[in-house]
């Protein structure tokens, strides 16, 4: 069976320090990914998609950066955290032909 | 670009009384529709999808939505609320340009009084 692994669930991270999130999904091959923001318990913002390997767009300039190092592998990063930075941060994935879409279990970041 | 709207920031119903959240849509294309619900401090759970066909969804937990292509709505609907009902909603659209991603409406927070 499919499942999409997002960790950690949450962190608290200074103003001005690094960020490394992880995504990993299994039981599927070269699926889409996605990173999506969510601010104050409100809107979905979508951040970042890969359709393969090494293939990163950005959907709003920011302060963030993606890589997918891997075909199953997302990692949302910062190398300064910004106070607005601090949200809740959820990977998805679908498949080729796929309607559907599957939501990581998110990770609450607070930067202080 | 691909869009949606949910004119309704809250709802609120009470138990046992049915309940519709709104969704309106704006897409070039065929829209492929989706709602999805959230519960505090955790990822999103799949309720239903348009794609193509029958009007009228049906999905999870009672849940149905009802595409409207004239007046480019996709309402969610249940019958009967019930408390455990009680979360933040989200209507998407799927945007064939940026990766398939969906685009979602800024949600609606639906609070079901016994």
């Known amino acids: 069976s499919q499942t999409i692994h997002q960790w950690p669930a949450t962190l608290v991270q200074p103003v001005g320090s690094p960020l490394s999130l992880e995504c990993t999904v299994e039981g599927t091959s070269n699926p889409n990914l996605y990173w999506y923001r969510q601010a104050a318990g409100r809107g979905l913002q979508l951040l970042f998609y890969s359709v393969g390997i090494g293939q990163i767009s950005s959907e709003v300039p920011q302060n963030l950066s993606a890589s997918r190092p891997q075909d199953r592998q997302f990692i949302l990063s910062s190398k300064k955290l910004l106070l607005s930075d601090s949200g809740f941060y959820l990977c998805?994935?679908?498949?080729?032909?796929?309607?559907?879409?599957?939501f990581g279990s998110g990770t609450r970041l607070t930067v202080v | 670009a691909q869009s949606v709207a949910q004119p309704e920031d809250q709802v609120n119903v009470a138990e046992g009384n049915p309940l519709t959240v709104k969704c309106t849509y704006s897409v070039s294309g065929n829209p492929y529709l989706f709602w999805y619900v959230q519960y505090p401090n955790r990822g999103l759970q799949f309720l239903l999808k348009y794609i193509t066909g029958d009007n009228l969804v049906k999905g999870s937990y009672g849940f149905e939505a009802e595409f409207n292509k004239s007046q480019t709505s996709f309402h969610l609907k249940k019958p009967s609320a019930l408390v455990s009902d009680s979360a933040l909603y989200f209507c998407?659209?799927?945007?064939?340009?940026?990766?398939?991603?969906?685009?979602f409406g800024k949600g609606t927070t639906l609070s079901v009084s016994s």
């Open positions: 998805a994935w679908s498949g080729l032909g796929n309607y559907g879409y599957t």
């Open positions: 998407a659209v799927r945007d064939h340009q940026a990766g398939t991603a969906l685009i």
